[in-house]
């Protein structure tokens, strides 16, 4: 029994399920505190005010408080541009279509699905600011309809609320940030330097040939994506300052790019099986560099030292990767054009012609250089992004994918709610329908712009029954015996706290939040009246049957599929690789990575319970064509740069012209790859100038990465079926580079 019980104490502690609750985080209290405080002194506020319904300013405090600052003042600050752009759109509904139900509702519907469908192009809380512009417009035009010349003081009100639950908690939550721009700036460099750290970690496992390391590789894109989000937060809690955030946003996609990169290389040394000495001893040199990076970066006075040393990097892989002669300038460029005796004269002097390194090494020094050149803007953008330049202009925007069937599937399923809400009171003459329709719009609108909206809206509808239950208590049992303010306060505060844990905590924040931003509405919250039992089920129940129609209308108008999803994303992704070949205006790197990440970020967001294994191979498959579609880009750069001959020019655009108009799995452009490498390969001799047999170099290295990526991802870059999550296919022996063949290649024809 006593070793029974030693072996039981030592397996982990489950923890319960209200353990949010009962054993809450420090950083959790301290939210629910300051929340509540900011949403009581909103309501006590317009309570003395004797403002109509109370209740909107506690509800705005909870909308717009988040955990962090950034957060909580980007969101404050588009709430309240949306109410804006609402109300003045409720107020100019009412001026169309005065007594109109059958032309209101519609342009109702159409300007709600317009805002859902716009928000969706959007991120962060600039699409919340569109979907709040649809709801509020519902619920200003809703509240007005008995009588549409209200509507603007409607509008007015309901503005009064947002503006005063915004300064509430700005007010409460500055008292509990103190030090907000020193730590916001200490935030931004530690986030970045950890990303620089992560890559650089990676990068070293690469060049070790680490069979982890495209694993490790494919989990830093999800930090990044999360990085991302943090860094516009970090500039906005910043407040007036300069542009540490286009550095910082610069210094993110830099370290993408670099990532993507290392998929390449890492690609060519598994074709380069063979050992090259001189590549080999600057690569050790590197990852001494690499693995002395994270102690070096934290010290800003070994910063100068750091670039310098990767220079000196840099300039050892431009040497080796130039072709070099080792014969004096006035002696012909080949030792076949020589005689007899002259080559037996220069081998006693040992000055004959060597190629220094072989093709296959230069290749290699081409792609290490580059990636040397990534690492090296990445650093140079995270030191701008900490400290202030002066008479700095610098602006980078990060490229976002815009989903247009998404947006057009959320812009008609935020028109359908309010139609078929609209039907309902038009049949049932509800006298709660027109909160129905606000609430419907409201719910519909929050959970439109998300790819998968059944599970939010799902955890939606538990908060709004968890805060009809606790409202059914503080009406019933509690507030009709307060007769002030004090009281009032002291009741509603234990309840807040508990949506305020709620949404603290990730498992629960969904319902949390829900609870917190409809529990005070519910509550029927007056100067002069305590609700009756009538009016809190007829009320409440709009309320609660709206956002159970959202959890409908999910499920059925344009109901969510995984792997539809994926397939549709797929597509959307090869669609966008295929215009990448296209000749004309040169596509951008850093959009095409964006693009990438954001797909990327889709994809983990819609795994569910799908396989771990299906969802590997699809994260697999989207970072092998973002860095196919990098590579495409750099060799159309190559071709836009003019020094490669004609003769170089005709094979790689036949590559390019297989890209854009594939076959189904890119046979013909992995064919054309091949060959392109091997004519490419019998170009580099030295009848050419330095200059032209570099960007040969270069053009090698692109395709042998092309031609890899197209032969082992055959499957995922088959666009007419669905990916199913199949190994992805090994080169044949024959797709790997010959040293004795290319050993002859180099010879004169």
């Given at each position: 029994?006593?070793?029974?019980?030693?072996?039981?104490?030592?397996?982990?502690?489950r923890r319960s399920?209200?353990?949010w609750?009962?054993?809450?985080?420090?950083?959790a209290?301290?939210?629910?505190f300051?929340?509540?405080?900011?949403?009581?002194?909103?309501?006590?506020?317009?309570?003395?005010?004797?403002?109509?319904s109370?209740?909107?300013?506690a509800?705005t405090?909870?909308?717009?408080?988040?955990?962090?600052?950034?957060?909580?003042?980007?969101?404050?600050r588009?709430?309240i541009?949306?109410?804006?752009?609402g109300s003045t759109?409720g107020i100019g509904?009412h001026?169309?279509?005065?007594?109109?139900?059958?032309?209101?509702?519609?342009l109702?519907?159409?300007?709600?699905?317009?805002?859902?469908?716009?928000?969706t192009?959007?991120?962060?809380f600039?699409?919340?600011?569109?979907?709040?512009?649809?709801?509020?417009?519902?619920?200003?035009?809703?509240d007005?309809?008995p009588?549409?010349?209200?509507?603007?003081m409607i509008?007015?009100?309901?503005?009064?609320?947002i503006i005063?639950?915004v300064?509430c908690?700005t007010?409460?939550?500055?008292?509990?940030s103190?030090?907000?721009?020193?730590?916001?700036?200490r935030?931004?460099?530690?986030?970045?330097?950890s990303?620089?750290?992560?890559?650089?970690?990676?990068l070293?496992s690469?060049?070790?040939r680490?069979t982890?390391a495209?694993?490790?590789?494919?989990?830093q894109?999800?930090?990044?994506?999360?990085i991302?989000?943090?860094i516009?937060?970090a500039?906005?809690?910043m407040g007036?300052?300069g542009h540490?955030?286009?550095h910082?946003?610069a210094?993110?996609?830099a370290?993408s790019?670099?990532l993507?990169?290392?998929?390449?290389?890492?690609?060519?040394?598994?074709?380069?099986?063979?050992?090259?000495s001189?590549?080999q001893?600057?690569?050790?040199?590197?990852?001494?560099?690499?693995?002395?990076?994270?102690?070096v970066?934290?010290?800003?006075?070994?910063?100068p030292d750091?670039?310098s040393?990767?220079?000196?990097?840099?300039?050892?892989?431009?040497?080796?990767?130039?072709?070099?002669?080792?014969?004096?300038?006035h002696?012909?460029?080949?030792?076949?054009?020589?005689?007899?005796?002259?080559?037996a004269?220069?081998?006693?002097?040992?000055?004959?012609?060597?190629?220094v390194?072989?093709?296959d090494e230069?290749v290699?020094?081409?792609?290490?250089?580059?990636?040397?050149g990534?690492?090296?803007r990445a650093?140079?953008?995270?030191?701008?992004?900490?400290?202030?330049?002066?008479?700095?202009?610098f602006?980078?925007?990060?490229?976002?994918?815009?989903?247009?069937?998404?947006?057009?599937?959320?812009?008609?399923?935020a028109?359908?709610?309010?139609i078929?809400t609209?039907l309902?009171y038009?049949?049932?003459a509800?006298?709660?329908?027109?909160?129905f329709i606000?609430?419907?719009s409201?719910?519909?609108?929050l959970?439109?712009?998300q790819?998968n909206?059944?599970?939010g809206?799902?955890?939606?509808?538990?908060?709004v029954?968890?805060?009809?239950?606790?409202?059914?208590?503080?009406?019933f049992?509690?507030?009709?015996?307060?007769?002030?303010y004090e009281?009032?306060?002291?009741i509603?505060s234990?309840?807040m706290?508990?949506?305020?844990?709620?949404?603290?905590?990730?498992?629960?924040?969904a319902w949390?939040?829900?609870?917190?931003?409809l529990?005070p509405?519910?509550?029927g919250?007056?100067?002069?009246?305590?609700?009756?039992?009538?009016?809190?089920?007829?009320g409440?129940m709009a309320?609660?049957?709206?956002?159970?129609?959202?959890?409908?209308?999910?499920?059925?108008?344009?109901?969510?599929?995984a792997?539809?999803e994926?397939?549709r994303?797929?597509?959307?992704?090869?669609r966008?690789l295929r215009h990448?070949?296209?000749?004309g205006?040169l596509?951008?790197?850093?959009a095409?990575?964006?693009?990438?990440?954001d797909?990327f970020s889709?994809i983990?967001?819609?795994?569910?319970?799908?396989?771990?294994?299906i969802?590997?191979a699809f994260?697999?498959?989207?970072?092998a064509?973002l860095?196919l579609g990098?590579?495409?880009?750099?060799?159309?750069?190559?071709?836009d740069?003019e020094?490669?001959?004609e003769?170089?020019?005709?094979p790689?655009?036949?590559?390019?012209h297989y890209?854009?108009f594939?076959?189904?799995?890119?046979?013909?452009?992995?064919?054309?790859?091949?060959?392109?490498?091997r004519?490419?390969?019998?170009?580099?001799?030295?009848?050419?100038?330095?200059?032209?047999r570099?960007e040969?170099?270069?053009?090698?290295t692109?395709?042998m990465?092309?031609?890899?990526?197209?032969r082992?991802n055959?499957?995922?870059?088959?666009?007419t079926?669905?990916?199913?999550?199949?190994?992805l296919?090994?080169?044949?022996?024959?797709?790997?580079?010959?040293?004795?063949?290319?050993?002859?290649?180099?010879?004169?024809?």
């Amino acid at each position: 029994m006593a070793n029974s019980g030693a072996s039981t104490s030592l397996l982990p502690k489950r923890r319960s399920l209200l353990s949010w609750l009962l054993q809450p985080d420090f950083k959790a209290v301290v939210f629910a505190f300051r929340t509540t405080m900011a949403a009581c002194l909103a309501l006590g506020v317009a309570l003395w005010m004797e403002l109509d319904s109370p209740a909107w300013a506690a509800m705005t405090v909870w909308s717009v408080a988040q955990l962090t600052r950034g957060e909580s003042l980007s969101k404050a600050r588009w709430r309240i541009v949306g109410t804006l752009i609402g109300s003045t759109a409720g107020i100019g509904l009412h001026a169309l279509v005065p007594q109109a139900p059958w032309l209101f509702f519609p342009l109702l519907a159409i300007w709600v699905g317009v805002c859902s469908g716009l928000a969706t192009f959007v991120s962060n809380f600039r699409a919340y600011a569109l979907v709040l512009a649809g709801y509020t417009c519902a619920i200003v035009a809703t509240d007005a309809a008995p009588d549409g010349n209200h509507v603007f003081m409607i509008a007015v009100s309901r503005g009064s609320y947002i503006i005063l639950g915004v300064i509430c908690e700005t007010l409460v939550a500055f008292v509990f940030s103190p030090n907000q721009i020193l730590l916001a700036h200490r935030a931004l460099k530690q986030t970045l330097q950890s990303a620089l750290i992560v890559a650089t970690t990676t990068l070293a496992s690469i060049l070790r040939r680490g069979t982890a390391a495209e694993n490790m590789a494919r989990q830093q894109f999800g930090t990044m994506l999360r990085i991302a989000d943090r860094i516009e937060f970090a500039e906005i809690e910043m407040g007036p300052h300069g542009h540490e955030g286009d550095h910082a946003r610069a210094a993110l996609a830099a370290i993408s790019v670099l990532l993507a990169r290392g998929f390449g290389i890492a690609s060519q040394l598994h074709l380069f099986a063979r050992h090259h000495s001189d590549y080999q001893t600057v690569a050790d040199e590197v990852l001494n560099f690499l693995d002395a990076f994270p102690k070096v970066i934290s010290d800003e006075s070994l910063l100068p030292d750091l670039l310098s040393e990767l220079q000196h990097l840099r300039d050892i892989c431009r040497q080796y990767a130039a072709p070099h002669r080792l014969t004096p300038t006035h002696l012909v460029s080949h030792p076949s054009e020589l005689t007899s005796d002259e080559v037996a004269r220069m081998k006693a002097e040992n000055t004959t012609e060597t190629t220094v390194p072989e093709l296959d090494e230069r290749v290699l020094f081409v792609s290490l250089g580059e990636l040397l050149g990534d690492l090296e803007r990445a650093i140079l953008e995270y030191y701008a992004s900490t400290h202030l330049i002066r008479g700095d202009h610098f602006h980078f925007q990060r490229q976002t994918h815009r989903d247009s069937r998404l947006a057009l599937n959320n812009g008609v399923r935020a028109s359908m709610a309010v139609i078929l809400t609209a039907l309902i009171y038009e049949v049932t003459a509800w006298t709660e329908g027109f909160h129905f329709i606000g609430i419907a719009s409201l719910c519909v609108g929050l959970y439109a712009t998300q790819e998968n909206p059944v599970l939010g809206t799902l955890n939606f509808l538990r908060g709004v029954v968890t805060g009809y239950v606790v409202a059914f208590f503080l009406v019933f049992l509690f507030m009709p015996i307060v007769k002030v303010y004090e009281p009032l306060i002291l009741i509603l505060s234990c309840a807040m706290m508990i949506g305020g844990l709620a949404k603290a905590h990730a498992a629960t924040a969904a319902w949390g939040a829900a609870y917190s931003l409809l529990m005070p509405s519910m509550l029927g919250l007056s100067n002069h009246h305590v609700m009756n039992e009538m009016q809190f089920f007829n009320g409440n129940m709009a309320t609660v049957l709206a956002a159970a129609l959202a959890v409908i209308i999910f499920r059925t108008i344009l109901p969510f599929s995984a792997a539809s999803e994926r397939f549709r994303l797929r597509k959307g992704m090869l669609r966008e690789l295929r215009h990448l070949a296209q000749p004309g205006r040169l596509p951008s790197i850093n959009a095409w990575v964006a693009h990438g990440m954001d797909r990327f970020s889709c994809i983990l967001r819609h795994a569910g319970n799908t396989p771990p294994q299906i969802i590997e191979a699809f994260i697999r498959g989207t970072l092998a064509t973002l860095t196919l579609g990098l590579n495409i880009i750099r060799l159309r750069t190559l071709m836009d740069r003019e020094y490669l001959p004609e003769s170089a020019r005709r094979p790689i655009a036949l590559v390019l012209h297989y890209i854009e108009f594939p076959t189904r799995r890119y046979a013909q452009a992995a064919q054309a790859a091949t060959m392109a490498i091997r004519r490419l390969r019998e170009m580099d001799t030295p009848s050419h100038d330095i200059i032209t047999r570099l960007e040969i170099t270069r053009a090698i290295t692109y395709l042998m990465i092309i031609a890899h990526i197209l032969r082992t991802n055959r499957n995922f870059l088959d666009p007419t079926k669905p990916f199913t999550g199949e190994e992805l296919s090994t080169p044949s022996p024959a797709d790997k580079p010959a040293p004795g063949k290319i050993q002859a290649a180099q010879q004169p024809g």
